[in-house]
């Protein structure tokens, strides 16, 4: 059963510093791996997907990374702002046929102006 | 373009009681899928319906069930409500052939059950 972790689970910042989130999985058997904002009470939106024979996908600021052999895929945010103060979740799918996604708990992000 | 789209956004029922959510896809899309997302963690699969048939499900009891219609849109109905069902419930469309396969949510529908 995949099972899916995120640390550190809850993280503060000064504005304009650059930081890693970091995604684990047991099952490296993955079709493709997403990472999602959700801000608080909200839908998720989706950042960066990375398919299972990608090593890193980037959009602006944020460069995914993924490393299947070792279960393991970081988030990079380059000079973090305020505005980034959001949850970031990562998701793992096992094949190309379902939506069955398995979600990590997520990371609690805070930056201070 | 509209995105995911979800109603109601907010409801209270007490326990016992039953609850239809719906979901509208993103324009394109035909496969919709639901998630239950307790407070503070991740959100949890609940099913996904491709072609107005349940394809997939998560560890979730009968209480939970579902529909697509013709148009792709879906609802979720929950019969006898307990109060461990209060959660964000949100839907993620996609469409089923995409190699990608990149799934867009909407923004949520908050059941309180009291």
């Known amino acids: 059963k995949q099972e899916v972790t995120q640390i550190p689970a809850a993280l503060s910042v000064p504005e304009g510093e650059n930081l890693v989130l970091n995604c684990s999985f047991t099952?490296?058997?993955?079709?493709?791996l997403q990472w999602f904002r959700q801000d608080p009470g909200k839908g998720l939106t989706s950042l960066l997907l990375i398919q299972s024979s990608q090593r890193e996908q980037t959009s602006g600021r944020l460069n995914a990374s993924l490393d299947k052999s070792s279960g393991r895929s970081t988030l990079y945010i380059a000079a973090s702002q305020p505005g980034d103060s959001a949850t970031y979740l990562c998701?793992?799918?096992?094949?190309?046929?379902?939506?069955?996604?398995?979600f990590g708990p997520g990371t609690r992000l805070s930056v201070l102006p | 373009d509209a995105g995911v789209t979800q109603s109601p956004t907010h409801l209270i029922k007490t326990r016992g009681q039953q609850v239809t959510l719906r979901c509208s896809p993103k324009s394109g899309h035909d496969t919709v899928s639901w998630y239950q997302q307790a407070l503070g963690q991740g959100p949890q699969f609940i099913f996904q319906y491709y072609e107005e048939e349940e394809r997939q499900r998560g560890n979730f009891p009968d209480r939970f069930s579902g529909h697509q219609f013709p148009n792709y849109s879906s609802e979720l109905n929950v019969n006898a409500l307990l109060l461990g069902d209060s959660a964000l419930y949100l839907c993620?469309?996609?469409?089923?052939?995409?190699?990608?396969?990149?799934?867009?949510f909407g923004p949520g529908t908050r059941l309180t059950v009291l």
């Open positions: 993620a469309s996609s469409h089923f052939l995409d190699s990608y396969n990149e799934q867009f």
């Open positions: 099952d490296s058997a993955i079709y493709n």
């Open positions: 998701a793992v799918r096992r094949d190309n046929y379902g939506q069955n996604f398995v």
